[in-house]
């Protein structure tokens, strides 16, 4: 009766596996390339939450209402960017960077798709934009419709631009802007008292978006809100917990903030040796901003101060992010990839990847080679598994014996068993170890994937095009040839049944087990997780089926060495 019941939960539990697998997988592990976010319909501006601190940044914006970026782009004078990663144009009026598009990056695989889009303007669609100025009292400032001047017309990494605006009251505010060969801007705020009274402002700088990020954040990657503040990187606060909670507030000295999407980021980097007030907040229709204030600066007459941050908007290429941090001296600028805990093992998985495509050209290839190294590593150990798989087989009848012996002693029973083990020399778990070591190489290649915009459409062969994107042959709509599109959790795509049949002639392989659950178990297993696996990434399904193909290839070699293992139960 135990036998039966325990037959009964485990199919139970498989099929709840298998139907509720795509709701849980959807929270846990989100899919590579996520349906676009739909059109915004709260107007694509930023104001700040109720009883935002004075000493603050100010909001961006009032609210207007969603127009044609084209349309806007045409209405202000701008100063055009133009490097090797970065395009677009800065808006005099105000003196925004909020026109920025990333050329060696495609939204689609489309041929004739556009580049990635980062910034755009206020009053278009996904709005999204950086502003730098100052706050303060008694003196007038510079507002989002001021209209300023620059020395040239466009920004390149061997010129930068000057920009000037004069109060006409004494004051001149300039802001002199420089751009690498990547994705870091350069601002340098200045601010020069001619007039004749002393006074007092504070510099600040802001990123303010429409709208959460089109990648949703989960609990093996984070997405939204995120920064780093005194020394340590914080990960905790989502869009839904400044619309719940309200505003985020954080003092540090070194660090940065911002927002960042699964393969794009954009932040505020302020001077690394000042103190400064950083907060995010959220206001009305899901408008959103992350600034930074640095502390009060007094002015006597005929002195002027200069305040140098940084701005990054762009991919989240992970040796970029680690010339940041490591020349540069930018505080853990390579977190602004959410690696979690095991960075240390994943990062190095990545760095062999990198490095094997680009020997190879092609990263499918790639990841079979990682698969052939994987396995030649773990080879001794697969010697050693059989090996006592071949013992513990061998140990059978003697553990049937004590089992029918104290049959009405369960705690006798188990003691005999483990006395057999020692007296043997018999290591019952030593055969689970190769699935434990596989387990954090499968999940850093999962985390690799998913995260590296280096491996984004990235393509194989033939009908694998991006292999960060599931399978897009599906079986149930025969290829594509029904006019249908499969839901997820029934999308079985070629690879995903090679996965299935791979699996299940590595299961034939194996010795069958004496135990009628684990038959049934192991019976299930490969077209479970054919299922289960068939939304995951295209190259992490490549990784495992080639893995199991070189397993079924080891298990051939080595069950030459011990025989024991092919002999079916009946004839021992």
């Known amino acids: 009766m135990d036998d039966k019941r325990n037959i009964i939960l485990a199919v139970v539990l498989s099929i709840a596996i298998l139907f509720g697998w795509p709701y ?69 009026k105000g003196a925004r960077i909020d026109d920025v598009v990333l050329p060696t990056h495609k939204e689609t695989l489309a041929k004739d798709s556009e580049p990635v889009r980062l910034f755009s303007p206020s009053g278009t669609k996904d709005a999204y934009f950086a502003s730098f100025s100052w706050s303060g009292e008694g003196l ?59 006074i007092v402002a504070r510099p600040y700088g ?31 606060i989502d869009f839904t917990d400044l619309d719940e909670e309200g505003d985020k507030r954080f003092s540090t000295t070194g660090g940065w903030l911002g927002f960042t999407d699964l393969y794009w980021h954009a932040s505020l980097i302020p001077a690394q040796n000042l103190p400064v007030e950083a907060q995010f907040r959220a206001g009305a229709n899901k408008r959103y901003q992350a600034d930074v204030t640095y502390a009060p600066n007094v002015l006597a007459p005929g002195k002027s101060v200069t305040v140098t941050s940084r701005l990054f908007v762009g991919a989240k290429e992970t040796p970029v992010l680690e010339r940041y941090t490591d020349q540069e001296g930018i505080a853990l600028f390579d977190r602004a990839i959410d690696w979690g805990w095991f960075r240390w093992f994943e990062k190095p998985i990545f760095y062999l990847l990198d490095w094997l495509f680009r020997q190879i050209g092609n990263f499918g290839v790639a990841i079979i080679c990682l698969t052939f190294i994987v396995r030649g590593l773990m080879f001794p150990i697969a010697q050693r598994q059989f090996a006592s798989m071949a013992a513990m087989r061998a140990l059978q009848p003697k553990m049937k014996a004590v089992q029918e012996r104290y049959k009405d002693d369960k705690v006798k029973q188990q003691q005999e068993i483990m006395e057999l ?46 292999l960060s994107a599931p399978d897009p042959l599906h079986i149930l709509n025969l290829f594509g040839l029904l006019p249908f599109t499969p839901p997820s959790f029934l999308g079985i795509g070629i690879l995903a049944v090679i996965l299935g049949i791979t699996m299940w002639l590595q299961f034939k392989l194996n010795p069958a087990p004496m135990d009628d659950m684990q038959k049934q178990i192991f019976a299930i297993m490969p077209w479970m997780m054919m299922f289960v696996m068939a939304p995951f990434a295209a190259g992490l399904l490549i990784y495992w089926c080639t893995s199991n193909i070189l397993t079924i290839a080891q298990q051939w070699w080595l069950y030459r060495q011990h025989p024991v293992l092919s002999q079916p139960a009946a004839a021992k």
């Open 24 to 92: 849980v997988s959807s929270l846990f592990f989100p899919t590579a390339n996520p349906p676009a976010r739909p059109a915004a319909s709260a107007p694509a501006t930023n104001t700040p939450t109720a009883g935002a601190p004075t000493a603050g940044a100010p909001a961006a914006d009032g609210p207007q209402a969603t127009r044609d970026r084209t349309l806007v782009l045409r209405e202000s004078p701008r100063v055009l960017i133009d490097t090797p990663k970065l395009k677009g144009s800065i808006n005099l």
């Open 140 to 198: 007038k400032l510079p507002d989002a419709n001021s209209q300023w001047t620059a020395d040239r017309q466009t920004l390149t990494p061997a010129a930068p631009v000057t920009l000037r605006w004069d109060n006409g009251a004494g004051q001149r505010f300039v802001i002199r802007l420089s751009v690498d060969q990547d994705y870091m801007l350069t601002v340098a705020q200045t601010l020069e008292n001619v007039g004749r009274n002393q």
């Open 206 to 236: 802001l990123l303010s978006r429409i709208g959460p990020s089109r990648d949703p954040s989960t609990w093996t990657i984070h997405t939204g809100p995120m920064g780093v503040f005194n020394g340590a990187a914080n990960y905790d």
């Open 421 to 466: 083990y020692r007296s043997e020399k018999v290591n019952p778990l030593a055969g689970c170890l190769p699935i434990f070591l596989q387990i954090p190489i499968f999940f850093a290649l999962y985390k690799v994937l998913m995260l590296a915009v280096d491996m984004r459409h990235q393509p194989f062969f033939l009908w694998i095009k991006d």
